[in-house]
């Protein structure tokens, strides 16, 4: 049934976070029509299909056992770059990074900006959903996707959203692909709001702090008097000291830094409020090399320790000072470090667990989204559920939004994926499962 | 049942637009539990509820025979204004003009704006995905919901969404309720996202054209030169005329008007894409004028006619110019006179069919909405469906995106009201009806 597509043996392999991924075939799909023939295949022997863009995606998205690994690999065209409309269209496997390049010789851009832009692969940050930097301004890819092609697991092609910013067309299911983490259906095609590269002059300043505490303050501050930010970014004292030992960073080794970019006429209103901080104001290329600093901090740490796990928590921003200390504790209880990178200005945090013995990492990494869940916040910003973070989706939605939520998203999944082979056991699936099995953890 | 709520005899109601409420019931209930009664009681007594907010909607959402309608005005109350996590939070009834003048004094705003600002409820706003000339810019209440607390048709209480910038709690059910017309269930609360004022000095431009070829050639021009428009905006000379002798607006009577506000630092770009075009700059009091003359357009025209259908359709912005020559051979076919406000900026335009025989309408528009659809563009972009648009909703759905699409929205309504009390028989459901029914016009 699979004749003359390009087919191997299933090979092991490992995403960017290390999750195992152990699936029975590889298929490496050249269109459309291919991907539906691999659907019914796989739909007629009820054998899970696993879609794999980069690889880069850090909660246990790829993870599997026997399963069909579809490789979009060769679907990585860029279809269109319309300037009128302004959109693009591309098939999922296109490069963000090489994206963006065409996007600024035509002098547009597509600004939600993963750490991983230069890895990951356009498909994979729009079935995740994924943020950056930028998010602080500009949300994340759920904000700037306007249509998709999909393969449903019945192997009909459709068509979700339009390529239009206004569009009342029926249910808004264009939400719903966006961010399922591959749950669904297949992407074979995604259209792109994109805007004109920004025309102002911006300066990147850095303020150091004596902890993050000094930093959530500052920010409540720019807020409060309505500075909107291009990044507002923290990264701890233990971050400074990796990046420069790592990296040769030349950042002053204080409690932590403080990092924001705003447009020029924001620029004396900013002073202002910074006034009695040390902070360095810079532009062009010192401020594109201190955005690539800060866009390396986790790759730094992670070259000075074992293992480490990468939590994705967000917090409304006016309890970010509460979430902080809460974390220190947990850090203190299970006497481990955890240095903090945050996209302060959103209130996303990523503590980033370090440990030698993974057997606490879960325990650890659980008690730190629930700091999220009690505050009033999210498991995750922008790395997604996977497997990971399936519990404490299960009690996060369970505790803020009610029951009868989870029970619909799972109608949801039962109903468009009805024979259960699309990335299956993940995500909501695995959440609703958890949900009903274990009493015990999850608040009724 | 209904013991100590506040409730009426139905009597009949017409919306905006002249279609006819004609309740069994009208409830005014006070809070979130005397809804759940509601709620119950319906389904218990299968029969349908409508909400009912200031009844400014203008496609049939609230026409009913025999509903219970539920008037939200007790609940109009701004619960929150957060000034460092830029939310508001309010009961659905407040006035969205009334919210901007409190969220003005913080120096916050919310930007949609349709016409009916000053009258239309927030809750409304929010159920129709509400746009207006800012859309161009801020896009429509689909951007700025963040999250809502519904009772749903069973009558739980539950919330949709996180008040989060950034949140991967689950699929995106904010997303489908946001535009849902009433039909899954009745929003009680809403979070949305507010921003900072705009601090930068803005110019409004009025450049009488020709026509509005000349005015699309202008905003294809504008588009592909990457600037962003505070508003861009088209009204015909008919619509001139009808602003001059109803409003004394004073304008030049040639054959259109295009309006665009831009921040000062685009304007020196603007005015050399503006040469040799006859043009006015204004700023402070005269824009706003001008703002609101072009918010006043539909009123002024609709004082001249006996009856008028205000379409709502939206073309790829480069097709605008293919959209206007249809229409305007649409109008010399039907002998009739249909005058174009527009949203020429994001393709969203309103022809406005002035008839004294009502019989011809629905065919008429019908036959404009399938231009969008032919062109790529959609049958609405923020007025929605109801019942008036549901034929060639369907017709869209299925001629763009397959009838896949159709129905899984229509199983998602089962799933989350499976006893249709939830505005039966309209927006989603109705196109799908009309699809199974009628295999003339629907393709297949």
């Not at 991907?35 to 009820?46: E, F, G, L, M, T």
């Not at 302004?86 to 490069?95: E, F, K, L, M, S």
């Not at 700037?144 to 009909?156: C, E, I, Q, S, T």
């Not at 709001?193 to 002059?201: M, T």
Request: hydrophobic share 40%; glycine share 8%.
């Amino acid at each position: 049934m699979l004749d003359g597509l390009e087919v191997e043996e299933g090979k092991e392999r490992e995403d960017f976070a290390g999750f195992k991924i152990r699936p029975r075939l590889i298929v490496y799909p050249k269109n459309e029509e291919e991907i539906v023939r691999v659907v019914n295949y796989a739909r007629d022997n009820k054998i899970p299909i696993v879609t794999y863009g980069a690889g880069t995606s850090l909660s246990g998205h790829l993870q599997c056992e026997g399963c069909i690994l579809l490789d979009m690999k060769y679907m990585n065209q860029i279809i269109e770059i319309n300037d009128i409309d302004w959109y693009t269209r591309v098939q999922p496997a296109v490069n963000l990074e090489k994206l963006n390049s065409e996007l600024n010789k035509k002098g547009f851009f597509l600004p939600p900006d993963p750490a991983s832009y230069f890895l990951c692969s356009v498909g994979g940050a729009t079935a995740n959903a994924s943020g950056g930097m930028r998010g602080v301004k500009y949300g994340t890819f759920r904000d700037w996707v306007l249509a998709l092609k999909v393969v449903l697991p019945n192997g009909k092609i459709v068509k979700i959203g339009e390529p239009l910013r206004k569009n009342r067309g029926g249910y808004d299911l264009l939400h719903l692909f966006v961010g399922s983490e591959g749950t669904l259906g297949i992407i074979t095609e995604i259209w792109l709001r994109i805007i004109p590269l920004p025309q102002r002059k911006t300066y990147t300043i850095i303020s150091y702090v004596n902890d993050i505490e000094e930093a959530g303050q500052l920010i409540y501050l720019i807020r409060r008097n309505g500075i909107i930010p291009e990044i507002a970014e923290f990264i701890d004292g233990e971050v400074i000291r990796a990046l420069n030992r790592e990296l040769n960073a030349g950042l002053s080794e204080k409690g932590g830094a403080f990092i924001i970019s705003v447009e020029e006429d924001y620029l004396p209103k900013l002073q202002t409020l910074l006034e009695n901080k040390e902070y360095i104001i810079t532009e062009g290329e010192e401020a594109e090399r201190i955005y690539s600093i800060r866009a390396q901090s986790a790759i730094a740490l992670k070259a000075e320790t074992k293992l480490m796990y990468v939590e994705d928590i967000v917090v409304p921003v006016s309890r970010i000072i509460d979430a902080i200390k809460r974390i220190k504790e947990i850090e203190k209880k299970y006497n481990i470090r955890m240095p903090i990178i945050a996209h302060i200005g959103d209130g996303n945090l990523h503590p980033n667990i370090m440990l030698d013995d993974p057997s606490k990492a879960q325990i650890i990494f659980d008690e730190v989204a629930r700091v999220a869940i009690e505050l009033g916040g999210s498991v995750s910003g922008e790395h997604g559920i996977g497997v990971q973070k399936a519990r404490v989706l299960a009690e996060q939605i369970i505790s803020h939004n009610g029951r009868e939520v989870l029970k619909i998203m799972k109608g949801i999944k039962d109903l468009i994926d009805p024979e259960d082979i699309m990335n299956p056991n993940k995500f909501v699936e695995l959440a609703y499962k958890l949900s009903e099995l274990d009493e015990s953890t999850i608040p009724r």
